[in-house]
C-alpha cells in the first residue's frame, strides 16, 4: 500500500528564500505554474487549435527544410507510428506535404505548406499576445526576474535558442 502524499503548503515553500529550497521543493513548486501556463496557452488560441506535437512540427519544418517522418519523431521522443499519425492530421488539414526522397521512395519526407506556415504564424502571434499580457500584470522587477530565468528554462527543456527551431544534428537525415 504505497502512502498518502503529503499535502503540499505552496504558499510557505514560496516564502523561502530560492537558496533554501531543495531540488525536489523546487521541482514541486515549478510543475504547477509550468502545466498551467502551458493549458491556458494551448486553450486560449483562437485559431483552430494546434496539439502541441503538430506545431512542433510545423516550427521545425518552418525553415523550409523537409524531414523525415522517423527524425520528426525523434526529435519529439515519440515513436514513429505516433508521428505518422501527427503528420497524417497536418496533411488533411492542408498544413504539410508528404513526398517520396528523390534518393529512396520508401522514405516519406514531410514539408511545411504555405497555410501551415500562416496557420503557424497565427497560433504563434496569439501565444505570444497571451503571455504578453500576462507579463505586464507583473511589476518591473517580476519581469526582470522571468527574464533572467529565460536561459535556465531553455535549458531545463533541453532546447537550444542558438538552433531552435531546427533540429539538432543527431536528429537530421
Known amino acids: 500500500m504505497s502512502a498518502i502524499p503529503k499535502l503540499i503548503r505552496f504558499g510557505r515553500l514560496l516564502a523561502k528564500a530560492p537558496a533554501e529550497l531543495t531540488l525536489h521543493e523546487t521541482a514541486q513548486a515549478l ?6 501556463i502551458g493549458d491556458w496557452l494551448r486553450a486560449g488560441t ?5 496539439a502541441p506535437a503538430q506545431a512542433k512540427v510545423l516550427s521545425q519544418l518552418s525553415l523550409g527544410d523537409s524531414l523525415t517522418v522517423s527524425a520528426l519523431a525523434q526529435a519529439q521522443d515519440i515513436a514513429t507510428s505516433s508521428m505518422t499519425e501527427v503528420v497524417a492530421r497536418l496533411v488533411s488539414a492542408g498544413l504539410v506535404t508528404k513526398t517520396a526522397a528523390p534518393e529512396d521512395r520508401r522514405v516519406v519526407r514531410v514539408s511545411i505548406t504555405r497555410q501551415g506556415r ?9 501565444r505570444t499576445a497571451m503571455l504578453e499580457k500576462r507579463l505586464a500584470d507583473l511589476s518591473a522587477d517580476e519581469r526582470e526576474k522571468v527574464a533572467a530565468a529565460l536561459p535556465a528554462l531553455w535549458k531545463l527543456a533541453e532546447l537550444s535558442p542558438d538552433i531552435w527551431p531546427r533540429l539538432p544534428e543527431r536528429y537530421r537525415d
Open 118 to 126: 500562416q496557420r503557424l504564424a497565427q497560433a504563434l502571434e496569439e
Open 46 to 50: 483562437r485559431t483552430q487549435a494546434l
Open 31 to 36: 510543475r504547477i505554474p509550468v502545466t498551467t
